[in-house]
Structure formats: C-alpha cells, structure tokens
C-alpha cells in the first residue's frame, strides 16, 4: 500500500523567511496531493492541493511542487508569519478515496 | 467548517467498556472516515465508508467497528476499549465525483482516556 513520509519533523524559521516541508510517497498510481494545515486544539485544514497533471500551484504565499518521477511533492510558505505556526500534513490519494498522511512537521515561526 | 460535527467531544472511560463516538454531516458527502491522531504518526485511518452500509478497514481497524445507516450518520465503535485506544479521533466527510479523492473536511475530534 501506500506510503508516505514527510520531513522534517520540526521546523524553526525567522519571521519573513520562507519554509520548505518535503514528502515523499511510494504508490505511483497516487494522483492527488492534499496539504492541512492544523493550529494547536484544531481540526486538520485544506491549505493547497494538486493534481497529478500539475506539477506546480500557487495561492498566495504558499505554493506547492510536484515531481511524479521522483514521487516526491513540496510545501513552499514564503515570508512566514507568526500565525503559520502549526503543524502541517502532506497526504498521498490511494485507492478508494482514501488518503495516506505523513507524520507531521511542526512549523515554528520566530517573531 | 462543512457542517461535520462529532459527540461527545471530550470522554474518559475505563478499560473493558464499550464505547460509541458520533460523526454527524450534513453536507451529504457520501464518502465518511474514522482517523486517529497520536504524535509522531500523524493521521491514521480506522474505518471508511463510501456510502450508506458500505464499510471497509483502514490501516488501524483491528479493535474497532463501524456502521453508517443513514448518509449523515458515521459511528465507531470499541467494543471493549483498551489503553492503546487513547487518542484523538477525527471523523471526516468528503464529495467526490468521478475524478477521484477530493477534499476530506474534517470534525472538530474526539479527545478520548482510556484508564
């Protein structure tokens, strides 16, 4: 079945710089890519998502990469505020409807 | 937050005991999961059902049992709960046509202590 791991699992940034959190996942038949977003006490969010027929996709300050061959995808948050402060989830489809989530990687921004 | 609802949201019960957790929707979403969240391992799927009656496992069933009646209504059940089963549960809903999974809108969680 599928796996998926993320990394890291901690991640300490200064206010303003950008944060990069990586994913990789085994089920080449995986085609879509969901990431959460969950605040201290909270249920899991949407942040951004992508297709398997996309390779890059944009909302504001997050965007989010895939590379199919490598299977491997990407959160990027630029100039990083301290209400990005959470832990975030990437998950991999599989079949079914289900998705397989990563581990987590708690994000902490440094005002 | 997609009308999803879960009860009770806090629990404390002993070890043996049956236990009941509700996930309510009312977005008529037909696909409907059971997670639960402990640190380190993220979200791991329970039970799923892709519609009224319709069950499957997920990767963690075993102790656990589910029914859905009604498309609204999503119940897990622990027949006999155990320490093990201390965690936080997530019930979540998604609509998905025919181009595959989709966004899964999650519950508020269910913090449940197993003494």
């Known amino acids: 079945g599928e796996n998926v791991e993320q990394h890291p699992s901690t991640l300490s940034v200064q206010e303003g710089d950008s944060a990069v959190i990586k994913c990789t996942y085994s089920?080449?038949?995986?085609?879509?890519f969901p990431w959460y977003k969950q605040e201290l006490g909270k249920r899991p969010q949407l942040i951004i998502d992508?297709?398997?027929?996309?390779g890059e996709k944009k909302d504001q300050r997050i965007a989010v990469t895939l590379n199919k061959t490598a299977k491997h995808f990407s959160l990027h948050i630029t100039e990083t505020q301290p209400e990005d402060s959470a832990v975030y989830f990437c998950?991999?489809?599989?079949?079914?409807?289900?998705?397989?989530f990563g581990a987590g990687t708690i994000l902490r921004v440094k005002s | 937050d997609a009308g999803i609802t879960q009860s009770p949201r806090h629990k404390v019960t002993e070890t043996g005991t049956p236990v009941t957790l509700r996930c309510h929707q009312t977005?008529?979403?037909?696909?409907m999961y059971w997670y639960r969240q402990d640190p380190g391992h993220g979200l791991r799927l329970i039970h799923y059902?892709?519609?009224?009656?319709?069950?499957d496992k997920g990767e963690v069933s075993d102790g656990y049992s589910v029914s859905r009646s009604k498309t609204e209504d999503f119940l897990l059940t622990l027949e006999s709960a155990t320490s093990s089963q201390t965690s936080v549960y997530f019930c979540?809903?998604?609509?998905?046509?025919?181009?595959?999974?989709?966004?899964?809108?999650f519950g508020p969680g269910t913090r449940l202590t197993v003494l």
């Open positions: 977005e008529n979403h037909r696909y």
């Open positions: 089920d080449s038949a995986s085609n879509y």
């Open positions: 059902s892709y519609g009224v009656k319709d069950t």
């Open positions: 998950a991999a489809s599989t079949g079914g409807n289900k998705l397989v």
């Open positions: 992508i297709r398997s027929n996309v």
């Open positions: 979540a809903s998604v609509a998905t046509g025919g181009t595959g999974a989709g966004e899964q809108f």
